[in-house]
């Protein structure tokens, strides 16, 4: 791309390019165009493309852009480009990268029309005839029609046209057939409600629908009406010249002598597949209303302040979480979950990775922190209690595994639309109590003030299984019902585009973690039914009474040499410690070796209770 004269913007913000032959001087899509920026408070770009260099077409260039800067006001951001127009379609590619356009607005029939097509960023062709442009320049532009059958291109133009000022008059028209009865009209308006609740117009745009005999016809007759432009999406994605010069376009320029402009969404492979499917939920599942959006978004906001509210919540819940670990209990770790405060933090954080807000996305992360930071302090003081710390509660929370990420996952879910759908407001008990923030964090400071690191991480591994799916899943949630930023907001596209990635990253790579845990877990799992089915054959052959395995704990071993120790409660009726069990532990081991399930020495230990006595008995250990 050969710059002549002018250089590329550099501002971040989203962008309106315009592309003008150097004897054009002020058009009517330079004045749409200009009217685009300042209604979404973007910027204007004017490339005038000259095929040669001469000094009579630099010098008409020059002056083209002398006479559209003249319309331009100080508020307005205004740059412009004369660029050597050496290979179209090349040249106008590089130049939508460099300058990062987010929408071109041309005349189709200038040399370089046919470079509009696949091209990355919003293009609208404007076609019109030289006395329209004169008319509409005089007036300026009042009304505007919208004919359409619900396609995503009307929704993409929808969200810019809607940001216009109140006095341009903007109507929405579906065309039923004339043959068709009244439950197709009311249909029709039932789409067109969906396609203004897609495009968050409701409030700004009218519905209208009426009977003819085609389509072309419906436009057509529309279009002669009091209106200055007709918007068109364009009908087939793949091929926008098909739109410019279909039936349609050349049937209401001509008939109605009302101009028209074909608008088609970014075209970009990746990004349209992403943009079909999204299209398509969004379609099904009906987005919240801008007014219930905005509760949400203000709820959640003010939920996740790290107030004194928030700080004495979390330090009671994990005091409470703390102490139940101790004691083992799992009705106390529960009521813990009830009180911790660290669910609307971590919801908040999935609200701001969707609509890309960057100040609200590290105040909702710096308050996650700050909660997970007082629940392991407090950790940390309740585990120097005496005693041992490390019951079975705090052992279950130091192995998480893809169990837990789903569990997460699904918590996340139904948070979010509790959350957006205060109809379902009751459930955010249970979803605390699924998602169990606070016990992990406890378990954290509990092993660390016992000095076992490894299991320490492996619960914060667990509380960060937790905070990055519930907040992904959260995302989604938000993001089906109509949570985005605005199309204009290019530092909150950007910033969602960056964090979703990082998100998405680590939840793959918590997942990654967590395979060869589950893997192990699962192994563990297979090794402790096998025993407790040895047990039940071996103990229900003989006269000893026995009644039932109430528990296998096992330690496999992560050294070179060191056994694999198995230590079973049993209850019997009689004791049986003058059995000889090293027959039984030659016959578990063996079972464990076909099953490819020990690869290091065995030992087995039994502890017996009497069933009729509450102490254990005696302790056999081969």
């Known amino acids: 791309m050969n710059i002549l004269k002018g250089k590329l913007p550099t501002e971040s913000i989203w962008r309106v390019a315009v592309i003008l032959e150097p004897r054009d001087g002020v058009t009517l899509d330079w004045q749409f165009g200009l009217a685009l920026a300042r209604a979404n408070r973007g910027a204007l770009l004017a490339v005038v493309l000259v095929r040669e260099t001469s000094a009579e077409t630099l010098a008409h260039a020059e002056q083209t852009l002398a006479s559209v800067k003249a319309i331009c006001t100080s508020e307005d951001r205004y740059e412009s480009i004369i660029v050597e127009m050496i290979k179209p379609d090349q040249t106008i590619r590089e130049l939508i990268a460099a300058a990062r356009i ?8 200038i040399p370089a029309w046919a470079s509009l097509q696949n091209l990355p960023c919003t293009v609208a062709a404007l076609r019109f005839g030289s006395d329209q442009e004169e008319v509409i320049q005089r007036n300026g532009i009042r009304r505007i029609l919208i004919p ?81 432009l007709v918007v068109i999406g364009a009908t087939q994605e793949s091929s ?73 919540l979390i330090t009671l819940s994990a005091a409470i979480a703390a102490l139940g670990l101790l004691l083992n209990s799992p009705a106390v770790v529960i009521g813990a979950m009830l009180v911790a405060p660290l669910m609307s933090p971590i919801v908040a954080t999935g609200m701001a990775l969707v ?40 052992l279950a929370r130091t192995q998480p595994s893809l169990i837990d990420l789903g569990v997460a996952l699904f918590s996340g879910l139904a948070g979010a639309f509790a959350l957006t759908y205060w109809e379902a407001a009751g459930a955010l008990p249970g979803v605390a109590i699924a998602a169990a923030l606070v016990p992990p964090l406890a378990s954290v400071g509990i092993s660390f003030a016992e000095g076992d690191w490894r299991r320490g991480l492996g619960a914060l591994l667990l509380f960060a299984t937790n905070y990055i799916t519930i907040a992904l899943a959260a995302a989604f949630v938000f993001g089906v019902f109509g949570f985005r930023p605005n199309p204009t907001a290019k530092t909150n596209r950007r910033v969602r585009l960056n964090s979703g990635r990082i998100a998405i990253l680590a939840f793959f790579i918590v997942g990654l973690i967590l395979t060869p845990t589950t893997i192990s877990l699962y192994r563990e799992q297979t090794r402790q039914e096998i025993i407790g089915s040895a047990l039940r054959t071996y103990f229900g ?37 003058e059995l000889n069990l090293v027959p039984l532990q030659t016959v578990i081991e063996q079972q464990l070796r076909d099953h490819g399930r020990l690869n290091a020495p065995f030992q087995l230990r039994i502890i017996h209770h009497d069933l009729y006595t509450v102490a254990p008995s005696g302790l056999n250990e081969p």
């Open 148 to 228: 359409t059958s619900g396609g995503p291109h009307t929704v993409a133009a929808l969200q810019y046209l809607a940001a216009l000022p109140d006095t341009i008059e903007i109507d929405v028209m579906y065309v039923v057939r004339a043959d068709q009865g009244a439950h197709e009209e009311a249909l029709a308006y039932s789409r067109l409600e969906n396609v203004l609740e897609l495009a968050d117009a409701t409030e700004r745009v009218n519905s209208k629908v009426i009977q003819a005999n085609s389509p072309i016809e419906g436009i057509v007759k529309a279009a002669t009406g009091d209106y200055d």
């Open 355 to 394: 609509v890309g807000d960057a100040r609200f996305l590290r105040f909702a992360f710096g308050s996650a922190v700050r909660g997970a930071l007082i629940a392991i302090i407090v950790g940390v003081l309740v585990g120097l209690l005496p005693g041992d710390s490390m019951t079975a509660e705090v």
């Open 102 to 109: 987010d929408m071109l607005v041309t005349d189709p029939n």
């Open 541 to 577: 052959t003989d006269e000893s009474g026995f009644t039932s395995v109430s528990g296998i704990a096992s330690n496999y071993p992560t050294a070179s040499g060191e056994p694999y120790i198995a230590t079973v409660t049993i209850v019997s009726e009689r004791p049986f410690s």
């Open 240 to 312: 926008l010249d098909r739109a410019l010069f279909g039936d349609i376009v050349s049937a209401v320029v001509r008939e109605s002598k009302v101009p028209v402009m074909v608008v088609r969404r970014p075209k970009n492979a990746t990004k349209d597949v992403l943009s079909r499917l999204d299209f398509a939920i969004r379609r099904v599942i009906p987005s919240l209303p801008r007014e219930n959006r905005r509760d949400v978004y203000v709820k959640l906001r003010e939920n996740a302040a790290p107030d004194f509210d928030y700080t004495v």
